[in-house]
């Protein structure tokens, strides 16, 4: 359990990030890697949308079409995140 100390430093630590702050090329950067990982879910829903619609009627593909869609979005949050990570750690 956490104590009420440190739930208040996690609230402070999200209305003020702490950190040195980024220059233009790394909030550039970093709008880069959204736009693309934005796309690749995009796409990563249309094709289990086109899925799902072939499946129709079979229930048990159905389920695995959806569990392999959210590891599929799982993977790419956590690689845009490691992404802007990486930038947000770039020397200036």
Known sequence: MKSAYELAMERLEKDKPSGP????????????????YEAKIAQARIMADQ????????YQAMQEIQ?????ELQKLEEERESKKQAVRDEKK
């Open 21 to 36: 702050p980024l220059t233009d090329e790394q909030r550039q950067a970093i709008a880069d890697i959204n736009e693309k």
């Open 51 to 58: 899925q799902k619609a072939s499946a129709q009627g079979d």
């Open 67 to 71: 569990a392999n869609l959210q590891v």
